[in-house]
Nanobody, 128 residues
């Protein structure tokens, strides 16, 4: 059973930065498409960024240019560097993964139904 554990959340002021980390175990992450999602209270879950085993990347329009997703398969880890944070970025952030790739050509965001494995989340709070 794949386990995902996030870390790196916290509280920052507007314009600040945070780096989230997700550790996948007990398997190698190299064959998994991995992503970050968030869910603002009262709103639908939102895909933030995703990366597939071939290194193809997708970003939500709301974070493009501010957030960077990356992975280190040697460490079975996924990262999300978040810069220029805004109050509307406040949410719990969840790491998600599924084995393989989709036929869509780019790693999926959206509802996240493709992702079979989820972490418990880490809270990001941005104050104005």
């Amino acid at each position: 059973q794949v386990q995902l554990v996030e870390s790196g959340g916290g509280s920052v002021q507007t314009g600040g930065s945070l780096r989230l980390t997700c550790l996948l175990s007990p398997y190698s992450s190299m064959s998994y498409t991995m992503a970050w999602f968030r869910q603002v209270s009262g709103k639908a879950r939102e895909g933030v960024a995703a990366i597939d085993p071939d290194g193809k990347i997708s970003y939500a329009a709301s974070v493009k240019g501010r957030f960077t997703i990356s992975r280190d398969n040697a460490k079975n880890s996924l990262y999300l560097q978040m810069n220029d944070l805004k109050p509307e970025d406040t949410a719990p952030y969840f790491c998600a993964a599924f084995y393989g790739v989709t036929t869509a050509g780019r790693p999926p965001l959206g509802s996240g139904y493709e992702y079979k494995n989820w972490g418990p989340g880490t809270q990001v709070t941005v104050s104005s």
